[in-house]
C-alpha cells in the first residue's frame, strides 16, 4: 500500500488530495501542522483525527512515505517539491506549482535527476466531476473538432479570512499564475494541445486600492496550433451568490457546444456540476453529481507502474511556463 503524507496545509485543497488519495488505497501516514491558516489545521484536525502529527524533517526522512501532498503558500510549493523529490518521494501539489521562472527550471532539473513525478493537482478539473465528463464527450466526438474554450474563474474575497501573503504577488505568484493556470490547464487538455502561445493578458486591481500590489482580475487570451482560448478570473464573487464562485467553461466544437457550470446553476437547478450539451441532434442537460474522479487512482497507479497516465509530465511544465509568461508580461488595469 502506497503512504502519503501531506507538509504545507495554507489552502483548503489539501482535502482534496487527502480524500482523493484514499479514497485510491493510500494510506494517510499523517501531517505537518505548520501553517498560516488556522481553519485548516482545524478542519484536519476534526476530519481526521486520528492522523498523526508530523515534525516536517521526519516527514522527508521516512523511507516508507512515498508521495508527499503540498498546498504550502504558492511561493514555497517548488521548494517543497524539490525537496521531497530529492528525498525519493513522488509529489502531488496545490495550483500554482511554482511561482517563478528560476523555480520552474529548479523543477525541471530534479524530475530529470530523480525520475519522481512532479503533478499539480488542478481542481477545477480533476477534483470536478463535470470536467471530467466533459472531457469524455469531446473525446466520443460527440462536439467534432475543439476549436475554442472560454473559462471563467471569479472567486470570493473572503477579507477577513486571508493571511498577509495573500496579498504579496512575490508569494502568492500573481493571480493569473494563482488562479488562471486552471483555465490554462483545460485550454490544453480540452482542445488537445502540446503547447500554446499567449497572445495577451492583462492583470488589475479595481476594488482595493488600499492595497496596492494585489491583483483582484486577471484576463488572457492564448492559442494553438489547434484552437484558441479565452480566460478570465477575478476576484468579484457577490455575497448573495450561493457559493464561492460561478465557474463556468464552454469548450467550442465544429458540430456543438458544452457549458460547465460547476459549482452552481443560477437558473435554479440544486446542486452543483452541471453540464450543458448541444449539438446536431442533442440539447440536454446532464447531471454530473455521480462522475468518478479518475485522477487520484491515476496517479497512485502511476507512481506504482512508473508512468504518467494521470497527467503528461510535459504538460503540468507547459501548464506552468505558460502561467508565467502572461502574468510576466501582462498590462496593468485599474489602480496603478
Not at 479570512?161 to 483545460?186: L, M, N, Y
Not at 458544452?258 to 447531471?287: A, C, Q, W
Request: charged share 25%; proline share 4%; glycine share 8%.
Amino acid at each position: 500500500m502506497l503512504r502519503f503524507a501531506a507538509v504545507g496545509i495554507d489552502h483548503g485543497h489539501i482535502f482534496d488530495h487527502i480524500k482523493g488519495l484514499i479514497a485510491a488505497g493510500c494510506d494517510f501516514a499523517g501531517y505537518c501542522p505548520e501553517t498560516t491558516a488556522p481553519g485548516v489545521l482545524k478542519a484536519l484536525e476534526t476530519d481526521y483525527p486520528n492522523a498523526p502529527k508530523l515534525d516536517r524533517d521526519a516527514i522527508f526522512a521516512d523511507a516508507s512515505i512515498d508521495i508527499i501532498c503540498i498546498a504550502a503558500i504558492p511561493a514555497d510549493r517548488a521548494g517543497l517539491a524539490v525537496r521531497a523529490m530529492k528525498a525519493g518521494k513522488d509529489v502531488m501539489t496545490d495550483k500554482p506549482g511554482v511561482t517563478t521562472f528560476a523555480q520552474l527550471e529548479e523543477v525541471r532539473r530534479t524530475v530529470e535527476e530523480t525520475g519522481k513525478i512532479f503533478s499539480v493537482c488542478f481542481t477545477e478539473r480533476h477534483s470536478v466531476r463535470s470536467a471530467v465528463k466533459a472531457g469524455e464527450l469531446v473525446r466520443e466526438g460527440r462536439i467534432g473538432r475543439v476549436v475554442q474554450t472560454m473559462g471563467m474563474g471569479p472567486h470570493r474575497l473572503q477579507l477577513a479570512t486571508r493571511p498577509d501573503w495573500f496579498f504579496d504577488p512575490d508569494r502568492f505568484g500573481g493571480i493569473i499564475v494563482d488562479i488562471a493556470s486552471h483555465q490554462i490547464d483545460q485550454f490544453l487538455y480540452y482542445t488537445g494541445s502540446e503547447t500554446a502561445e499567449i497572445v495577451s493578458s492583462a492583470i488589475g486591481n479595481f476594488a482595493m486600492p488600499d492595497k496596492p500590489r494585489f491583483q483582484d482580475y486577471g484576463e488572457i487570451l492564448l492559442r494553438s496550433d489547434k484552437a484558441s482560448g479565452f480566460v478570465r478570473v477575478d476576484w468579484f464573487t457577490p455575497d448573495a451568490l450561493g457559493t464561492w464562485g460561478d465557474g463556468r467553461l464552454t469548450i467550442l466544437g465544429t458540430e456543438g457546444y458544452i457549458e460547465l457550470r460547476k459549482y452552481i446553476d443560477i437558473s435554479g437547478r440544486p446542486g452543483i456540476d452541471h453540464l450543458f450539451l448541444v449539438n446536431g441532434t442533442e440539447n440536454v442537460h446532464i447531471d454530473c453529481s455521480e462522475e468518478k474522479l479518475p485522477y487520484f487512482q491515476a496517479f497512485a497507479d502511476d507512481v506504482k507502474h512508473r508512468t504518467q497516465t494521470a497527467m503528461p509530465q510535459r504538460h503540468v511544465f507547459e501548464v506552468c511556463r505558460l502561467s508565467l509568461e502572461a502574468q510576466a508580461n501582462a498590462v496593468r488595469l485599474g489602480h496603478r
